[in-house]
């Protein structure tokens, strides 16, 4: 405990403004996330709208988020990082406005897509943000950090807006009760755009490039095709497994909760919340660990150990039984994301870091859109039970490919 006590403190005393500002933005945008993980398909359901339509929305949203990358990359090198992020926060919260309240399927879609366009933004400059502001020393930990702030928002979030949900249902119906939390979430990213106009420094604030859209958009694809080869290569195959077989039944948990439990909204709250504290204490676990036992072995025994869990949660067996699966396979399989950012950002060089983050985003969301299809299908056509043999497997084979192409790095060892 002394040893990681000493990482954090070493890490508050040399944050950088940037960080600690970017560090409040993703804080208010992850309640917006934790409120559509667990209000987000029950609204869609109690408006009456089938899990495969919820599927579809999700599955949108997501291929937004990945196809986004790119137009994103693009913005953030011509422009530059302070804009494109204000830039895509703004599109965040007005689709999101229109996609919960005008009940037209085919406008929900599109503004489905433009919302996941918009959130893109953040996810594809957080690496580099928080990469280029941290000295080398305390860059794991920024990681872990923001990776640890995301899920106590992600905690208080879920524990509010769900009770909060179903204390106003009493009042105004659940249709009513979920729309109200629901656009109350989303206008909390409007703090973010506050906070994001205090971003300074040329890290933040200057071109990068004084090239054209096209020579732009060459010289991202360029930087695309070198990362098709060797241990990238591997790294986004790793990535695609996983964001398949996750998307296939993370969107869903609420619904599956809920509707698998026959509960209400603040104990599906309760759940979510629970199961993400533990994925708290595990990102402070995470820096001290990996120097221990080293980065790439953390990230496989977090993730093997996940799966007994993720078994455990096909047989229920009861609110206290499921909820402490949930607790361990939220945790085990998601503590060791902050390494693997860091790991992303280090088998590239420093001219290709946004478009190595772009390329993770792009892989990761589609084939996450790719798996919420899939996992909204069959939960409508089969059970709730069905995706999460699917996932099962994509989970174990990552893992492998993860192993099979690290087994020799040592925790010292940065991988070029």
Not at 119 to 143: C, K, V
Not at 157 to 184: D, E, M, Q
């Amino acid at each position: 405990m002394k040893s990681a006590m000493t990482v954090y403190y070493d890490f508050f005393k040399n944050i950088s403004r940037n960080v600690k500002l970017y560090l409040g933005i993703i804080f208010f945008v992850t309640i917006v996330s934790s409120a559509y993980n667990v209000l987000f398909g029950i609204y869609l359901k109690n408006v009456g709208f089938t899990e495969a339509f919820v599927g579809q929305i999700l599955s949108i949203n997501t291929m937004g988020i990945a196809f986004g990358a790119i137009p994103m990359a693009i913005f953030a090198e011509r422009l530059n990082r302070k804009k494109t992020i204000i830039f895509g926060m703004l599109l965040m919260v007005i689709s999101n406005l229109i996609v919960l309240n005008v009940q037209v399927p085919m406008v929900m879609q599109i503004f489905a897509f433009i919302f996941g366009i918009g959130n893109s933004t953040l996810m594809i400059l957080q690496a580099p943000i928080i990469y280029d502001n941290t000295p080398d020393q305390h860059r794991i930990t920024a990681f872990s950090m923001a990776f640890v702030l995301q899920n106590v928002a992600f905690v208080l979030g879920s524990l509010v807006l769900g009770h909060l949900s179903g204390w106003i249902t009493h009042y105004v119906g659940p249709v009513s009760a979920n729309r109200w939390v629901l656009n109350a979430a989303t206008s909390l990213i409007f703090i973010g755009v506050l906070i994001a106009m205090r971003f300074t420094g040329d890290e933040m604030t200057a071109k990068k490039h004084e090239h054209t859209i096209k020579e732009t958009l060459e010289g991202i694809l360029a930087g695309y095709r070198r990362m098709l080869v060797g241990k990238p290569l591997f790294y986004l195959m790793q990535v695609s497994l996983i964001g398949l077989g996750a998307g296939m039944i993370v969107p869903f948990f609420s619904m599956y909760l809920k509707y698998t439990l026959q509960t209400t909204d603040g104990i599906v709250g309760n759940i979510m919340a629970i199961s993400q504290v533990g994925t708290v204490i595990g990102g402070l676990v995470v820096p001290p660990l990996a120097k221990k036992l080293g980065r790439v072995r953390t990230v496989i025994i977090c993730q093997l150990l996940s799966i007994p869990f993720l078994i455990s949660i096909l047989f229920p067996q009861g609110i206290i039984i499921i909820t402490i699966s949930f607790f361990f396979r939220s945790s085990l399989m998601n503590m060791a994301g902050p390494i693997i950012g860091n790991l992303a950002m280090e088998i590239v060089d420093d001219e290709t870091r946004t478009y190595m983050s772009s390329m993770v985003s792009l892989v990761s969301h589609l084939f996450r859109a790719v798996g919420i299809y899939i996992g909204g299908y069959l939960m409508f056509k089969y059970d709730y039970n069905t995706p999460y043999y699917f996932t099962i497997v994509c989970y174990l084979i990552g893992t492998y490919i993860l192993y099979n192409v690290f087994k020799n790095i040592n925790k010292k060892e940065h991988l070029q």
